[in-house]
């Protein structure tokens, strides 16, 4: 039986009366049966576009074709053809016919040219086929309210906007910027720039100006379309501050353009610098009467820029890539029409910001004449209902959002459908990261049983999917469905050998075109950005970076994490999802992220994983010896980490994917120096340098532990204990002391050092430690900017960094009598010597235990103990420290 609290929360219960999760029987739960997961199963009588589409195959081609799987083994083998009949069938609309689909003799390296000599425009394609009076968009809010939009009242408005920035001279080769929420007025300012021939780009609001300005002054924009404020959590935020610090850096603006539709607060042109430049989106938008009708579009060549999307930035500036305004268009009608069989009367639901390129991916939707629910507030607070509130009210049929979201609907045990009506879901979108098979049964259970859960799988960089879900096939839970029809797909192994076993793990590889490649990347003019993304791995062929499994028998796809975050023990492969499919079941922990380390003997890795506790739980040796346990059991020894360290949160990029990448790339004792300094509760700068100072001793012992191995033996000879010694000079740390560390600091600065201009800016710092998962506060900024910042002239330089990294920054000058108190504060019998219990007591005392549990201390005592008599002395000590 299971049981539904008036929170609408789910408890399993016994036979005994209890609950699972220790809930008494209470006032206001009533007892209903414990429902199963209905797998999507495929209907007789189907009837799709892909059926329609592969039987007209049949008939053009005189041939016959077994299955999914048969016809797309054809469309990869033909397609030249299959992308020519599709934009034939899909009606797509060309101002001018092409002369040649594509030059077959060119490899997917070279990356040959689609549709040559056609011109289109994609905005008419996407907005003009849906009836007028039908709704077109549906504007939700956080109080639940839902404004519609009809198809001729979005047409009218795309019209009045393009009017607006043809009279600014905007068209073909301008680029036009969005700093924007996912509001109607925003599907207008990308609907209205393709409409002119120009290109768009955008930024989520949740971005800082500097993370703003590393994509948009790639692009040198004329127009700029934001908002004057945003919600959040139902709270009002003034945007006023950010525009300024971005529109005073991006010379090339014409004009910034203000909505005020969406918030109680009107536009105030006078608050913003360079008031000129501002205008109201009203103000902007030209009078329909005075709107030449018919509106013509600008026709463009099939392969001009519609779109510029940026990567994630985990590793330096965000890569530019400009999508096709045909190439774009004729992979999403593939996926809308033909995977995903979108009508006429579907309503799409995809949770999603404007930085995200499943924004691009859902409004082009709207070319099956079916309508769109836009929504731009946060999903879980303070409603953790609101999505589903939501989808049930606009009677949406198609539901979308990042996995990580229905791994946070899984935990929270809400038996959505049993609340709401969400019975005309038929298909329900997850993409990001893999889907876990538990996440499969709770959606099939609590959201819309039967409904087809198409894990979808692709990214930016082909603007759509590799991989997802098609109504042919049955699902298997834990797998993407089917691999996407004209894309050709194969997993290659660590011997960059095509894989076709089932079993073994490999590389997702790309072997033939497709329309949706980038044109090129911005600021790449050898190509070489391009070559290196993807070609560099497995040339001629496109290595897209994620590790899969490829299940022979079903014709699905277990996606297993990132490959350049993938682990390697002893020359096996394993996908990080595997891990975390174990790892996250244990209850006391919320979450995890882990990565791989080359160690210094040789080519082998060591495994880090960091885990986020629950709150109130601890990782006591208990917890790890269970994931140890769980992971040998479940999984193999070759998964069991070496080392498992407890950390606050776990960093995410904005569509949902853990950033294994950046956390690889950053020496665990590196980033718990910086990070931990988010955990200081500090009411006062003095407290926080005082704090600080006990913590970065602790942390310089750790971060020093390679110096204190690698020295020679005869200089441990030299250093005998003789605590009566004192130097006669000062002794400071310097520089020197760290040679054997100057190439990982350099990574480390490179990091940190996002414009490569030899110096850390305070936004710098911030970026660099967000993308780590933290969220500074600005006295915790301006902390570690003085304590790095020797000159106090405002940056942080490489020798500055390599001094704060080795223990010698202006607020770390340990003289001889420092060291000494340092000393003496653990030395608590004052005999002379550390001895592991006083070192674990003051830990304690200074409440340490999350930054440094049980095993890291003794891995540091042993460490320090060069000589290993079970106790550190005061020169062990010292070159502990150094």
């Given at each position: 039986m299971t049981a539904v609290s008036a929170n609408g929360k789910v408890h399993e219960k016994h036979e005994n009366g209890g609950f699972v999760n220790g809930h008494a029987n209470g006032d206001g739960i009533a007892s209903i049966e414990t429902p199963q997961p209905i797998?999507?199963?495929?209907?007789?009588?189907?009837?799709?576009?892909?059926?329609?589409?592969?039987?007209?195959?049949?008939?053009?081609?005189?041939?016959?074709?077994?299955?999914?799987?048969?016809?797309?083994?054809?469309?990869?083998?033909?397609?030249?053809?299959?992308?020519?009949?599709?934009?034939?069938?899909?009606?797509?609309?060309?101002?001018?016919?092409?002369?040649?689909?594509?030059?077959?003799?060119?490899?997917?390296?070279?990356?040959?040219?689609?549709?040559?000599?056609?011109?289109?425009?994609?905005?008419?394609?996407?907005?003009?086929?849906?009836?007028?009076?039908?709704?077109?968009?549906?504007?939700?809010?956080?109080?639940?309210?839902?404004?519609?939009?009809?198809?001729?009242?979005?047409?009218?408005?795309?019209?009045?906007?393009?009017?607006?920035?043809?009279?600014?001279?905007?068209?073909?080769?301008?680029?036009?910027?969005?700093?924007?929420?996912?509001?109607?007025?925003?599907?207008?300012?990308?609907?209205?720039?393709?409409?002119?021939?120009?290109?768009?780009?955008?930024?989520?609001?949740?971005?800082?100006?500097?993370?703003?300005?590393?994509?948009?002054?790639?692009?040198?924009?004329?127009?700029?379309?934001?908002?004057?404020?945003?919600?959040?959590?139902?709270?009002?935020?003034?945007?006023?501050?950010?525009?300024?610090?971005?529109?005073?850096?991006?010379?090339?603006?014409?004009?910034?353009?203000?909505?005020?539709?969406?918030?109680?607060?009107?536009?105030?042109?006078?608050?913003?610098?360079?008031?000129?430049?501002?205008?109201?989106?009203?103000?902007?938008?030209?009078?329909?009467?005075?709107?030449?009708?018919?509106?013509?579009?600008?026709?463009?060549?099939?392969?001009?820029?519609?779109?510029?999307?940026?990567?994630?930035?985990?590793?330096?500036?965000?890569?530019?890539?400009?999508?096709?305004?045909?190439?774009?268009?004729?992979?999403?009608?593939?996926?809308?029409?033909?995977?995903?069989?979108?009508?006429?009367?579907?309503?799409?639901?995809?949770?999603?910001?404007?930085?995200?390129?499943?924004?691009?991916?859902?409004?082009?939707?709207?070319?099956?004449?079916?309508?769109?629910?836009?929504?731009?507030?946060?999903?879980?607070?303070?409603?953790?209902?609101?999505?589903?509130?939501?989808?049930?009210?606009?009677?949406?049929?198609?539901?979308?959002?990042?996995?990580?979201?229905?791994?946070?609907?899984?935990?929270?045990?809400?038996?959505?459908?049993?609340?709401?009506?969400?019975?005309?879901?038929?298909?329900?979108?997850?993409?990001?990261?893999?889907?876990?098979?538990?996440?499969?049964?709770?959606?099939?259970?609590?959201?819309?049983?039967?409904?087809?859960?198409?894990?979808?799988?692709?990214?930016?960089?082909?603007?759509?999917?590799?991989?997802?879900?098609?109504?042919?096939?049955?699902?298997?839970?834990?797998?993407?469905?089917?691999?996407?029809?004209?894309?050709?797909?194969?997993?290659?192994?660590?011997?960059?050998?095509?894989?076709?076993n089932s079993d073994e793990q490999g590389e997702l590889v790309c072997v033939t075109p497709f329309p949706s490649m980038p044109s090129h990347f911005l600021n790449d003019m050898d190509g070489k950005k391009y070559r290196d993304a993807y070609f560099a791995r497995l040339e001629p062929f496109w290595a897209h970076g994620d590790f899969v499994r490829v299940n022979h028998s079903t014709g699905g796809v277990e996606m297993l994490g990132r490959s350049d975050a993938t682990l390697n023990r002893g020359g096996v492969r394993i996908g990080t999802a595997e891990i975390y499919s174990v790892v996250e079941k244990i209850p006391q922990i919320a979450d995890c992220i882990v990565a791989g380390r080359l160690v210094e003997e040789g080519m082998d890795e060591e495994v880090l994983l960091f885990v986020k506790m629950v709150p109130g739980q601890e990782l006591t040796h208990t917890i790890q010896a269970a994931i140890v346990s769980k992971l040998r059991n479940d999984m193999s020894p070759r998964h069991v980490p070496n080392k498992i360290y407890a950390v606050d949160d776990i960093p995410y990029t904005s569509s949902g994917k853990k950033v294994e990448v950046a956390v690889k790339q950053i020496d665990p004792w590196f980033s718990l120096h910086f990070l931990q300094l988010k955990l200081l509760e500090m009411d006062s700068l003095k407290a926080a340098v005082d704090y600080s100072k006990r913590l970065e001793m602790s942390q310089s012992m750790y971060s020093s532990r390679s110096s204190a191995k690698q020295t020679s033996s005869s200089t441990r000879n030299s250093h005998k204990k003789n605590n009566s010694t004192k130097e006669k000079e000062p002794t400071q740390i310097t520089a020197s002391n760290c040679k054997n560390k100057i190439e990982e600091y350099k990574r480390a600065f490179n990091f940190f050092d996002a414009n490569n201009d030899g110096r850390i800016t305070i936004d710098e710092l911030e970026k660099a430690m967000q993308k780590c998962g933290q969220r500074p506060t600005k006295l915790e900024l301006r902390l570690i900017m003085y304590h790095g910042d020797n000159d106090q002239n405002g940056v942080i330089t490489f020798d500055e960094f390599a001094h704060l990294m080795n223990g010698t920054s202006s607020m770390n000058q340990y003289t001889y009598d420092q060291l000494r108190e340092q000393f003496d504060m653990f030395d608590k019998d004052k005999d002379g010597f550390i001895e592991k219990m006083e070192m674990l007591s003051i830990v304690r005392e200074l409440s340490l235990q999350a930054s440094f549990p049980r095993q890291v201390v003794e891995q540091l005592f042993n460490e320090a103990d060069i000589d290993g008599d079970g106790k550190i002395s005061f020169e062990e000590f010292v070159l502990a420290v150094n």
């Open positions: 797998y999507y199963k495929v209907p007789q009588n189907l009837e799709t576009f892909e059926l329609t589409l592969r039987k007209h195959f049949e008939e053009k081609t005189n041939q016959k074709f077994a299955d999914y799987r048969a016809f797309h083994r054809f469309t990869c083998d033909n397609y030249g053809i299959f992308w020519e009949e599709l934009l034939k069938i899909s009606d797509v609309k060309l101002h001018q016919d092409y002369h040649q689909v594509i030059d077959h003799n060119m490899k997917i390296n070279e990356r040959p040219k689609w549709f040559n000599g056609a011109t289109l425009n994609y905005t008419e394609n996407v907005i003009e086929r849906g009836t007028a009076t039908d709704v077109a968009v549906l504007n939700a809010s956080i109080d639940e309210s839902v404004v519609d939009y009809t198809y001729d009242q979005l047409r009218k408005d795309v019209y009045r906007t393009a009017t607006s920035l043809r009279n600014y001279g905007i068209g073909p080769g301008d680029t036009v910027c969005g700093f924007v929420p996912n509001t109607y007025d925003t599907l207008v300012a990308v609907f209205a720039t393709a409409a002119v021939g120009a290109a768009w780009c955008s930024a989520s609001v949740d971005f800082g100006p500097a993370g703003v300005l590393d994509r948009f002054r790639q692009v040198h924009p004329k127009v700029l379309f934001t908002v004057n404020h945003v919600t959040y959590k139902k709270k009002l935020i003034d945007q006023t501050d950010k525009i300024n610090e971005i529109v005073k850096e991006l010379t090339t603006l014409q004009i910034v353009v203000v909505s005020d539709t969406f918030t109680s607060v009107k536009f105030d042109g006078t608050k913003y610098n360079n008031s000129d430049k501002f205008v109201s989106l009203e103000q902007f938008k030209t009078p329909i009467d005075d709107v030449v009708l018919p509106f013509v579009y600008t026709p463009v060549p099939f392969s001009d820029p519609l779109f510029v999307m940026f990567s994630s930035g985990t590793t330096g500036i965000p890569k530019a890539m400009v999508h096709t305004v045909g190439g774009t268009l004729l992979k999403h009608i593939e996926e809308h029409l033909v995977q995903g069989d979108s009508k006429k009367h579907d309503r799409m639901f995809f949770y999603t910001t404007c930085g995200w390129m499943m924004y691009n991916w859902m409004i082009s939707f709207l070319y099956s004449k079916g309508s769109v629910v836009l929504f731009d507030e946060c999903p879980l607070a303070p409603d953790t209902h609101i999505i589903m509130k939501i989808a049930a009210k606009t009677q949406c049929t198609m539901i979308g959002m990042g996995a990580k979201l229905y791994d946070e609907y899984l935990r929270l045990e809400i038996p959505f459908n049993a609340i709401y009506d969400l019975s005309r879901i038929h298909t329900v979108y997850s993409t990001g990261s893999p889907l876990k098979k538990e996440c499969f049964a709770y959606i099939n259970t609590y959201i819309a049983p039967g409904a087809l859960i198409a894990s979808i799988s692709g990214g930016t960089d082909i603007i759509g999917c590799f991989v997802g879900g098609i109504k042919s096939l049955s699902i298997t839970p834990g797998e993407c469905q089917c691999l996407f029809l004209g894309m050709d797909i194969k997993s290659f192994n660590y011997m960059d050998e095509e894989i076709t």
